[in-house]
């Protein structure tokens, strides 16, 4: 089992629902990343969270420690919010701050 | 702006052939890493390092090396050894013992 699981893998949107993805996992942790990828490979950081929630622009990103469980929110989705979309957690290992990955939700939002 | 630069974008190499990696950070960050990623699979650390002249296997270092002589920079050396080289490669720097990253925007290396 992975230490950090994304729902769905793949996720097809039409152009002004709302859309959620998921990130659970296993291990004790300092900090949860949303980050996005465009076609090409760029990677963009979205969010960094340790709790609570997160805004920023039609994005938000929700993490509760004791579920071990973040969410990230897009409202009124766009195409261009076509991308995948990868969680990543920081563990709690007192030295440097290793990331371990989720293998990503690819979004397609269509017209 | 300070941040993290990966050089090329693209690279491409004959089989057999090592190549290196550039990453560069003018964040004053201790922590470097270097991550790759496959079709279908997540990230991967392969090495990292918390401080100059000092770093650590991740967990697929075979076939890499790196060094780290100045905190800004972390070159990653694809050798001939790395059985399948061809991937998206991504560096990544922190404040060591902090759970915030920085990453670049990766390099795409092709062997043919």
């Known amino acids: 089992k992975n230490e950090v699981e994304q729902s769905p893998q793949n996720l097809t949107a039409q152009e002004g629902e709302f859309i959620t993805i998921n990130c659970s996992y296993s291990?004790?942790?300092?900090?949860l990343h949303w980050l996005q990828q465009h076609p090409g490979g760029g990677i963009v950081s979205l969010f960094m969270?340790?709790?609570g929630k997160k805004k920023h622009g039609r994005l938000i990103a929700t993490i509760n420690i004791q579920e071990k469980h973040s969410s990230l929110h897009i409202t009124a989705s766009h195409p261009r919010d076509s991308a995948v979309y990868i969680c990543?957690?920081?563990?709690?290992?007192?030295?440097?701050?290793?990331?371990?990955f989720g293998t990503g939700t690819r979004l397609q939002v269509t017209l | 702006d300070g941040g993290i630069t990966q050089s090329p974008k693209y690279l491409f190499r004959k089989e057999g052939q090592n190549v290196t990696l550039s990453c560069e950070q003018n964040l004053n960050h201790d922590a470097m890493y270097w991550y790759r990623q496959d079709p279908g699979q997540g990230l991967r650390l392969i090495y990292y390092s918390q401080i100059v002249n000092d770093f650590q296997k991740g967990d697929i270092a075979e076939g890499y090396s790196v060094s780290r002589e100045k905190k800004e920079s972390f070159p990653l050396t694809v050798t001939s050894a790395q059985k399948n080289p061809t991937a998206f490669y991504l560096c990544?720097?922190?404040?060591?013992?902090?759970?915030?990253?920085?990453f670049g925007q990766g390099t795409r290396l092709t062997v043919v």
């Open positions: 291990v004790g942790i300092s900090a």
């Open positions: 990543a957690v920081a563990a709690n290992t007192g030295t440097a701050s290793k990331l371990t």
């Open positions: 990544a720097s922190s404040i060591t013992g902090q759970g915030r990253a920085f």
């Open positions: 969270l340790s709790s």
